[in-house]
């Protein structure tokens, strides 16, 4: 099913970095994606909604050629990635960049080898150039005296940070972002909510982020693609919250209120205001 | 079980074998284009020797001193009814050269560097590093397996030397220390029944058929380990299962083709 934009000017595909047309995807016989057409915006921030099980990640390993979809066709510019061969593939992937949920890093290498990686396989770099380019990206995340860390080393929000560095080293045109803010706490998210929007003002690239966290995803996206049930739904943040549908309005508003309601209680925590109810739970007095 | 579900779980087994020998198949076609192809990541494949071969000396050398201790305790007491224990390092050093010391390097390598090498890509597919090779244009057929395959194949027959030269030592411990024999007489009888060509050559030969075995099982393995905690367990237990049968089927075909 085509996703059903909610202004119907925005589906035209003159600035389509990504396409993904009439997709069928399944494991071991188990239908993900259904007939799903949807685009991606060049140079924006594209974030893709949605439930567990909805097909999430599989539209950015679709997008990387890890895995083929059944049906239909995923361009990457004008190349259809289900068409090309391993070698093919491999010269479209120097031209993407991908965070992992959970980092995906090397872990026999240290951060700086990990980053330093890509590097020194793709390019005749001087040890001093790459040197620069690798402190360059880790200062872009946040990152420094990190170098010769493990990524066991390193806590769960550095490994994200690490991750993004390393997706970003070969100045990818287009970046896939799996689940950044999933296991990390709401300084983390903002933190990483925050480096991926001035990432995408800096470097001008094609970023689609796969995430269900949406407060993050409403005050970052340009583009939202909603995978509901009834099948998915695009346009801005703006339009969707403006919309009628009433599949988006309850996926957004139970959501929103569900995510709000753990960031506030998260930020009661933090400040100490939950002792109070804690305490009166135990039937103590406060000290 | 009715005959007709019977003959479909044949059916069923051996079209599985054959697909899993289909795609082992490709796997090792894989590997030797990628091999013929720059760049040759020599240090990591240095890095493979050294977790392969230098980290299995300790276990190759107690094995080895203890086999070669028993049999020259078993081969004493049964040359010595014939009045031929002079000839007990011959007999040592033969039933090593030419059989134990590969075979028993093999299972012992199997077991402590293979499985290891099955556990490590495994779990590399399950925490998604594969996949985040792939993404940054790098092929891990390339980058990873490749160094780990051709470190078995070279490893092998070193390994198996060792262990060969710890058992004759063991052997020569038992049978000149405790039972009494010569040491010349067991170095010359050894010396003397030991021909290059025939004997250590083949043992040479069957060591690396034994490397590309264990190398090429414990790589795919886990290659095509499912990407869970549990999957990887498995594909580590079917390497050492597999590996190991398959290690003494073809000792078996190669002494019985080759005569080695």
């Not at chain 1, 693609?225 to 099948?231: E, I, K, T």
């Not at chain 2, 010349?184 to 058929?209: C, P, Q, R, W």
Request: hydrophobic share 45%; aromatic share 6%.
């Amino acid at each position: 099913m085509t996703a059903a934009p909610v202004n119907p000017e925005a589906s035209q595909h003159s600035h389509d970095h990504v396409r993904l047309e009439h997709v069928e995807m399944a494991y071991n016989g188990r239908p993900v994606l259904r007939d799903l057409t949807c685009r991606f915006p060049r140079g924006r921030i594209s974030v893709v909604l949605g439930g567990s099980g909805s097909g999430k990640s599989t539209i950015l390993k679709l997008i990387g050629g890890l895995i083929h979809a059944r049906d239909g066709a995923v361009y990457v510019g004008e190349r259809d990635i289900g068409r090309l061969s391993e070698r093919a593939l491999y010269e479209v992937r120097r031209e993407l960049g991908m965070m992992f949920q959970n980092g995906a890093l090397l872990d026999s290498l240290s951060v700086f080898d990990n980053l330093a990686f890509p590097l020194r396989e793709h390019t005749r770099l001087s040890r001093d150039e790459i040197e620069r380019q690798v402190h360059e990206r880790l200062q872009a995340v946040g990152l420094e005296d990190v170098d010769d860390l493990l990524p066991r080393e390193l806590s769960g929000g550095m490994v994200k940070r690490v991750a993004l560095a390393r997706a970003l080293i070969q100045s990818p045109r287009v970046l896939l972002v799996d689940e950044p803010f999933s296991g990390l706490d709401p300084l983390s998210t903002k933190l990483i909510e925050a480096l991926l929007v001035r990432i995408n003002r800096k470097y001008g690239m094609t970023m689609i982020v796969v995430s269900h966290h949406i407060p993050s995803t409403l005050r970052m996206a340009d583009h939202v693609v909603l995978l509901l049930p009834g099948g998915p739904v695009q346009g801005s943040p703006e339009q969707l919250l403006a919309s009628a549908d009433p599949r988006v309005r309850r996926f957004l508003t139970e959501d929103t209120d569900a995510s709000e309601d753990v960031l506030a209680h998260a930020e009661e925590f933090e400040a100490g205001e939950h002792r109070p109810l804690l305490e009166q739970r135990r039937g103590r007095k406060r000290p | 079980m009715g005959v007709t579900s019977m003959i479909r779980a044949l059916g069923h087994g051996t079209g599985d074998m054959v697909e899993s020998l289909g795609r082992l198949a490709v796997f090792t076609g894989h590997i030797l284009r990628v091999t013929l192809r720059p760049p040759l990541r020599l240090r990591e494949f240095v890095d493979e020797l050294f977790k392969v071969g230098v980290l299995s000396i300790l276990i190759i050398c107690i094995s080895g001193l203890a086999v070669g201790m028993v049999l020259g305790l078993q081969g004493y007491n049964t040359l010595v009814r014939f009045g031929a224990e002079g000839s007990l390092g011959a007999v040592v050093g033969l039933s090593l050269i030419r059989e134990l010391g590969p075979v028993l390097t093999a299972l012992l390598t199997t077991g402590r560097a293979g499985s290891a090498v099955t556990a490590e890509i495994g779990t590399m597919k399950a925490t998604e590093q594969l996949d985040g090779l792939r993404m940054m244009a790098v092929d891990p057929i390339d980058y990873v397996v490749r160094p780990k395959a051709w470190a078995m194949i070279c490893v092998m027959p070193l390994l198996s030397a060792l262990f060969i030269v710890t058992a004759i030592f063991g052997g020569y411990l038992v049978g000149v220390g405790l039972m009494g024999i010569d040491g010349g007489t067991y170095m010359s009888s050894l010396e003397n029944a030991v021909d290059f060509g025939n004997d250590v050559a083949g043992s040479i030969l069957k060591a690396v058929i034994f490397g590309v075995l264990v190398g090429l099982i414990a790589t795919y393995q886990g290659f095509a380990a499912a990407p869970t905690s549990a999957g990887v367990s498995a594909a580590t237990t079917s390497t050492v299962v597999i590996a190991s049968v398959s290690v003494l089927i073809f000792d078996y075909f190669i002494t019985a083709l080759w005569g080695v």
